[in-house]
């Protein structure tokens, strides 16, 4: 009969679990950053090396060459490249500034 | 401390150990800006998966404090189920990711960095791993060779996810949670030295030899062994334990086998177990241990004994070789003169598949005991009871009082979970229903 009840308490704790990962994900943005903060607030200072800003930003999950060559291989890479700085505007944790020169950096080729 | 009150705790534990990586990033927060709620979902269904799965060894580790109040059946069950779970919150973290930047080769083990190497390797390892588990039999995986690989595998998985973890996660720059995260390595390691190396020598000393190798017939035999003073433990009647063969303790043959002799006698340092030849261990090796045969035991465990309750009387239901439990508690009851009523229900295919025949006739003399056979393929002469035990069956026999027995079951796990269900519906408490499973793989 404990399995039953070991069923029964394996049921539930993967629903707290669950709930776990969506009170997390609320919140970890919780107070909210207002949405144009990233656009709008203080700069940071003019990106020297952006090849560093690539690693610290992207380069834990990403591929310079991989990205870079994704832009060119669009029939419409000026489009792609907006794209990209529109997912990068909401997807990475760099500014603006960062992201353009993220972007402008993966189209002349790493 | 009661065996509740450990159960309890040895939970809580668990439970704020599977969480404690998601708090402490909630708490370290090094993030600033929008990001998608997909992302953040993605980051803690990794988190629960790593301690999900390194905790997965926790509770297959033998620590005897941790499983006594649940009993290791119940333990194992718990594992594998929370397996499962780990691989869903394992699936769930690239498949949140891949809608933001995540691409199909980063799926890829031998591709990329090693930042993203090491996720995909630990990724498709406990998908093979937890394959391999589910699938065994039909995989053809011969029990000794997949505890191996699995162990094999697991050390790698956690090697894999802290590297992936440290080098692919934003959360775990912060150095509070990268060390939580090596600390949960650390208490892997830690488990696994004690349950491969520790324990191991520990038992080295302690050999137990076969004194007698006897035929029990229904492709049964009961192993007689002795131990020195040093190697002998007291047990509970219904306990198990891990049979140890291939010449030393850290051999990877180690089977669960519950222990079939009086615990009244374990004093003298005699123990025995009955053994039916089941799978690829079972079938070849006892019948090649003969007297002399160098062995250990690594036990007792389990929670499946009449000593944890009381009881006015007690219901044994054996199905095969899960009379062999059941043994124990007769013969210690017979020790132990112990007068309470017992009625022990037998199923098997017919009589010459049932073991310990002429024993249990002479302990329906010596003690309160009345035995019921149950054939499955009677002969035609047979006046008993027939095909399996049902609610009918059961309502024939049990005496008026019978929910206030404590009952135990052993048996082939579709027999166990009928009868898990016909006896709460014939309004015996569910915790006065015990039973143990010894399928655990």
Redesign the interface.
Do not use: C, K, W
């Given at each position: 009969m404990r399995h039953l009840l070991v069923r029964r308490v394996a049921l539930t704790l993967c629903g707290l679990l669950v709930a776990a990962a969506l009170l997390f994900a609320w919140l970890v943005r919780w107070p909210a950053t207002p949405p144009s903060s990233a656009s709008s607030g203080p700069s940071i200072a003019p990106v020297e090396d952006v090849r560093a800003l690539f690693d610290r930003r992207c380069g834990r999950c990403h591929e310079a060459a991989e990205l870079s060559s994704s832009l060119g291989a669009t029939s419409d890479p000026p489009a792609r490249a907006r794209e990209m700085l529109a997912f990068l505007r909401e997807h990475g944790q760099s500014t603006d500034v960062e992201s353009r020169a993220i972007v402008e950096y993966l189209r002349q080729g790493p | 401390m009661s065996l509740l009150f450990r159960g309890i705790v040895w939970?809580g534990l668990y439970?704020v150990l599977?969480?404690l990586p998601?708090a402490v990033?909630?708490v370290v927060?090094p993030?600033?800006?929008?990001?998608?709620?997909a992302?953040?979902?993605a980051?803690?269904?990794g988190f629960?998966a790593f301690a999900l799965i390194v905790l997965e060894f926790a509770l297959v580790s033998r620590l005897r404090a941790a499983s006594d109040p649940?009993?290791t059946?119940?333990l194992m069950?718990?594992h594998r189920?929370?397996g499962l779970?780990a691989v869903?919150?394992l699936v769930a973290h690239p498949v949140l990711f891949a809608g933001?930047?995540?691409?199909a080769?980063?799926f890829n083990p031998m591709a990329?960095?090693w930042?993203?190497s090491s996720g995909a390797l630990a990724f498709w390892l406990v998908l093979l791993l937890v394959a391999s588990s589910v699938w065994r039999k039909r995989l053809r995986l011969g029990y000794d060779r997949w505890r191996r690989v699995h162990a094999a595998a697991a050390l790698i998985i956690v090697a894999a996810a802290i590297a992936h973890m440290l080098?692919?996660?934003?959360y775990t720059q912060v150095p509070l949670l990268a060390g939580l995260l090596l600390l949960y390595g650390v208490l892997f390691l830690a488990l696994m030295f004690r349950y491969r190396v520790v324990r191991p020598l520990q038992l080295w000393s302690r050999p137990w030899r076969v004194v007698e190798n006897r035929d029990e017939g229904a492709d049964t035999r009961t192993l007689v062994l002795h131990g020195a003073e040093r190697a002998r433990f007291e047990f509970e009647p219904g306990q198990f334990a891990w049979l140890i063969t291939g010449g030393t303790p850290f051999s990877a043959q180690q089977h669960p086998l519950s222990i079939g002799s009086s615990a009244e006698k374990a004093g003298e340092g005699t123990i025995e177990f009955s053994i039916k030849a089941l799978g690829d261990w079972s079938g070849t090796v006892p019948s090649l241990l003969g007297p002399g045969a160098r062995l250990w035991i690594d036990g007792p465990y389990g929670?499946f004994s009449p000593d944890r309750e009381p009881a006015q009387g007690f219901v044994l239901i054996a199905g095969g070789i899960g009379i062999t439990p059941m043994r124990s508690m007769l013969l210690t009851m017979r020790d132990r003169e112990d007068v309470r009523p017992v009625l022990l229900f037998f199923a098997a295919a017919n009589w010459q598949r049932v073991m310990f025949r002429s024993e249990l006739a002479a302990l329906e003399r010596e003690i309160n005991l009345k035995t019921v056979y149950v054939f499955a393929a009677a002969p035609d002469d047979w006046e008993g009871e027939r095909g399996f035990i049902t609610r009918d069956v059961l309502a024939r026999h049990l005496p008026r009082q019978y929910k206030r027995y404590q009952y135990f079951v052993c048996g082939p796990p579709p027999m166990m979970d009928s009868l898990?269900t016909t006896l709460?519906e014939m309004g015996v408490p569910?915790?006065r229903?015990?039973?143990e499973?010894f399928d655990m793989v």
């Open positions: - | 939970f439970t599977v969480v998601l990033a909630l927060h993030l600033s800006g929008q990001r998608p709620v992302v953040d979902l980051a803690a269904a629960i649940f009993g059946d119940a069950y718990f189920l929370m779970a869903a919150f933001h930047g995540l691409s080769a980063s990329g960095g930042n993203r080098q692919a996660g934003t929670a898990e709460t569910a915790a229903v015990q039973s499973r």
